[in-house]
C-alpha cells in the first residue's frame, strides 16, 4: 500500500488519504471493519488518473459515496475504497440540473425546490448520493431516478472518461448499466426535470418525509429497505406475516416498526446482520415459498 500511497502523493489537493479507516464510521449500518486505504476525493479530482495508479497496482478497489446501501464484513475491506462523498457539486441550467456522484439526493432535491423544478420530491428523503442512486435506480413513492436522469458522464474500466444518454442507462427495478459493468464509476449525472409551484413542491417533500418518520425506524442505523421486493409481493409484508418484527441476532434486529427494515440495535456486527438476513430469508421462503434477495450491497 506504501507504493500506492507514494504514487498518489502528486494528487494530494485532491484527495485525503487514511490508512487502517474503520468503514462503520462511513456506512448508514454503523458496521464494518477497517480498510486497507481509505481516500476522500474531492470535486475536481481527476479520478481518470487516480484510478488507472490504484488498479495498475492490481489491488481491489471499491467505490462508495455514503454507505448508505453497504454492509461491509468485520473484517474489514482488503484494498483501497475510494470515497466520493467530498465530489457534491451541483449546478442548474434551465430545467437540467448537473449533479456530481457524492451530491446527496436532499441536496439535490432540495435545489431543485429553490429554483421551482418538480420530479425529484421523491429523492429527498433517500439517505444517498447520486452515483449509489444511479447504480441502483433508487426510488421511493412511486419516483425513480429513471424518471429523471437523461444523462451520465462515468469512468470505465479503463480509466476513459465516456457518456450515455436515456435508455443506454438499462434501468430496472434497482438496475442499471452501471450495476452490469462493476468496474465503471458514475461521476456525474444530468437530470431533467419540469417546473412547477414551489408550494406544490413543498408540500409533497413535506409529505413525503412525514410519511417515513411515521412508518421508518430512522432513529436506529440501517440501510433502508434491506430487500428487493419480490413480484407481486411486498417484503415487508411478507416479514411481518411469518412473525419476525422485532426478531434478533445480536445487535441486529428486524425492525418493530417497519419488518422491511433490518437495523442496528447497537453493537451490531456484520455477522449479526448477515444472520439475521439468511434467517429471515429461510422462514419467508419456508412459510411463503417466496425468495428474497438483498438490496444491500455486501462488501
Known amino acids: 500500500m506504501q507504493d500506492i500511497i507514494a504514487a498518489l502523493k502528486p494528487y494530494e489537493s485532491y484527495i485525503r488519504i487514511r490508512e487502517h479507516e474503520p468503514m462503520a464510521h462511513h456506512t448508514t449500518f454503523r458496521i464494518g471493519g477497517p480498510a486497507d486505504l481509505f481516500l476522500d ?3 475536481g479530482a481527476p479520478l481518470e488518473e487516480i484510478v488507472p495508479i490504484i488498479r495498475g497496482a492490481g489491488v481491489p478497489l471499491y467505490v462508495v459515496g455514503r454507505g ?3 454492509l461491509v464484513h468485520d473484517e474489514g475491506v482488503r484494498g483501497v475504497v475510494l ?5 457534491h457539486e451541483i449546478t442548474v441550467s434551465g430545467s437540467t440540473i448537473s449533479a456530481e456522484a457524492g451530491a446527496l439526493l436532499f441536496s439535490i432535491a432540495s435545489c431543485a425546490l429553490r429554483q421551482g423544478l418538480g420530479g425529484a420530491e421523491f429523492a429527498a428523503g ?3 448520493t447520486l452515483g449509489g442512486a444511479v447504480f441502483m435506480n433508487a426510488g ?3 419516483g425513480q431516478m ?5 444523462r451520465t458522464h462515468y469512468l470505465d474500466g479503463e480509466g476513459k472518461i465516456g457518456t450515455i444518454e436515456g435508455d443506454a442507462h438499462q434501468f430496472g427495478y434497482r438496475e442499471s448499466v452501471f450495476k452490469s459493468n462493476p468496474d465503471w464509476i458514475v461521476l ?3 437530470l431533467r426535470l419540469s417546473p412547477d409551484s414551489a408550494d406544490v413542491i413543498r408540500e409533497k417533500m413535506q409529505d413525503y418525509a412525514q410519511r417515513r418518520r411515521d412508518k421508518q425506524p430512522l432513529e436506529f442505523p440501517s440501510a433502508g429497505s434491506t430487500f428487493k421486493r419480490p413480484e407481486g409481493y411486498f417484503a415487508g409484508k411478507l416479514i411481518q406475516d411469518s412473525g419476525l418484527m422485532g426478531y434478533t441476532v445480536g445487535g441486529a434486529q428486524v425492525s418493530e416498526k417497519h419488518a422491511g427494515f433490518l437495523i442496528n440495535r447497537g453493537g451490531a456486527t456484520c455477522a449479526d446482520m448477515l444472520a439475521l438476513i439468511e434467517h429471515v430469508q429461510q422462514t419467508v421462503l419456508k412459510n411463503f415459498g417466496v425468495e428474497l434477495h438483498c438490496e444491500v450491497r455486501l462488501v
Open 83 to 87: 470515497c466520493t462523498a467530498e465530489m
Open 126 to 128: 433517500i439517505p444517498g
Open 146 to 150: 429513471a424518471d429523471i436522469v437523461v
Open 188 to 190: 456525474s449525472s444530468e
Open 140 to 142: 421511493a413513492y412511486g
Open 41 to 43: 476525493c474531492a470535486s
Open 68 to 70: 448508505s446501501n453497504l
